[in-house]
């Protein structure tokens, strides 16, 4: 088990912000792609749940691969 110490030492290294803006810029690539797509096809209920949700883009991957109508081109 990790002591205190060493948590805090990981969280301090550049490491672990470099994981958080990559997760961040992943999460807002997405996002974007997916929000403009639901927007474009007037599904308010589905940018509705993607503008709230956050999920590491697995939410915006799901609507733009599964549940969108029409074409399903990124």
Do not use: H
């Not at 110490?5 to 290294?13: E, G, K, P, R």
């Not at 807002?28 to 797509?37: M, P, V």
């Not at 474009?40 to 590491?56: D, G, P, R, T, V």
């Amino acid at each position: 088990m990790a002591d205190i110490s060493t948590l805090a030492a990981d969280i301090q290294s550049g490491g672990f912000l470099a994981l958080i803006i990559i997760l961040a810029l992943w999460e807002l690539i997405w996002k974007g792609i997916a929000l403009w797509k639901a927007a474009k096809n007037e599904q308010k209920y589905w940018f509705i749940a993607m503008l709230i949700i956050n999920s590491l883009g697995i939410l915006p991957i799901l609507y733009i691969f599964v549940f969108q109508k029409g074409e399903k081109r990124i």
